[in-house]
């Protein structure tokens, strides 16, 4: 599957954005999928997963109540409103699916397969 995310930017601190990522060349409603997300300097960290069909979301404690992922199967995109944003949210942001072998949703970077370039989401302050 290929994966390109799109629609980062510069905004600042409270502000909003919403991150698109638009899948092709597989069935994106076979996946699971996750966003990632890398700031300068540190390791790729989970934000938020959902499930094949959109009914089942989990998220890291540190973007709980802002974050929204959502999911278009019939348009194959993949979705993650971001609001209320903290210049710690600063970072480039991945989407990615989640390896078949695995039913329920995951944290770990390393059982996702597939990851679009990433788009960058910078905070001011």
């Known amino acids: 599957v290929q994966l390109q995310a799109y629609g980062g930017g510069l905004v600042q601190a409270g502000g909003s954005l919403k991150l698109s990522c638009a899948a092709s060349g597989g069935t994106f409603s076979n996946y699971n999928m996750g966003w990632f997300r890398q700031a300068p300097g540190k390791e790729r960290e989970f934000v938020a997963a959902i499930s094949r069909s959109g009914f089942t979301t989990y998220y890291a404690d540190s973007v709980k109540g802002r974050f929204t992922i959502s999911r278009d199967n019939a348009k194959n995109a993949l979705y993650l409103q971001v609001d209320g944003l903290k210049p710690e949210d600063t970072a480039v942001y991945y989407c990615?699916?989640?390896?078949?072998?695995?039913?329920?949703?995951?944290?770990?970077?390393?059982?996702?397969?597939?990851w679009g370039q990433g788009t960058l989401v910078t905070v001011s302050s």
């Open positions: 990615a699916t989640q390896s078949w072998r695995f039913e329920s949703l995951q944290t770990q970077a390393a059982l996702y397969d597939d």
